[in-house]
C-alpha cells in the first residue's frame, strides 16, 4: 500500500455514468478513491451508500468522491442504479489503479483463500499527493473518518 506523502499514481478509468475520470485532471483540488471488493455485496452496498450519503458534504469541503473496484461497467451501472448512488462508480477490471495502489492481495474467507481486493480508502491532496490511508476494518463510519480528514486537509488556517 502507499504511504502519506507518496505521490498518487495516476490513472484513467471509465466510469458508470458514460466518462472517463483521470486523476490527475483533478489536481488542486482534494480526491477520495474509494476502493471495494465487488458491486451488491453487502459490506460493499453499506460502504457506497454511507460515502454516497455524504458526497454533498466532501463537496462543501471542496473534494471529490468515486468509487472504484474490479467489476465492469454494466455492473457498475445495474449497482448504481439500484442504491441511486452520487458518487462516479469507476470500473478497472484490468486492475491497473487497484494494483498501483498496492490494493490486490490475498485475503482469507470462511477458511478460503483467494485474491481480492483491500478495502482501502485513500485521500488525495490537491497537490497530487497521499494525504491519507484508510483501512475500513469497521464498514460503518468509514465514510465518516474519511470526511473528518478532508475537512481538517482543507480546513484554512485562522
Wanted: charged share 25%.
Amino acid at each position: 500500500m502507499l504511504e502519506p506523502g507518496q505521490a498518487a499514481p495516476d490513472f484513467t478509468l471509465a466510469d458508470d455514468r458514460g466518462g472517463t475520470f483521470k486523476l490527475s485532471a483533478h489536481r488542486g483540488k482534494p480526491v477520495v478513491l474509494e476502493f471495494y471488493c465487488e458491486d451488491d455485496s453487502g459490506g460493499c452496498v453499506i460502504e457506497n451508500q454511507e460515502f454516497s450519503a455524504l458526497v454533498p458534504e466532501f463537496a462543501a469541503a471542496g473534494a471529490e468522491v468515486v468509487a472504484i473496484s474490479p467489476q465492469d461497467i454494466a455492473s457498475h451501472s445495474k449497482f448504481s442504479a439500484k442504491y441511486g448512488f452520487r458518487q462516479p462508480l469507476l470500473a478497472d477490471p484490468d486492475l491497473l489503479a487497484i494494483k498501483a495502489y498496492g490494493l490486490w492481495a490475498q485475503k482469507k474467507l470462511w477458511g478460503h483463500e483467494f485474491m481480492g481486493v483491500l478495502r482501502v480508502t485513500y485521500l488525495i491532496g490537491a497537490d497530487g499527493k497521499v494525504a491519507g490511508v484508510f483501512k475500513a476494518s469497521r464498514i460503518k463510519g468509514h465514510a465518516q473518518k474519511v470526511l473528518d480528514a478532508t475537512r481538517h486537509l482543507t480546513a484554512r488556517p485562522r
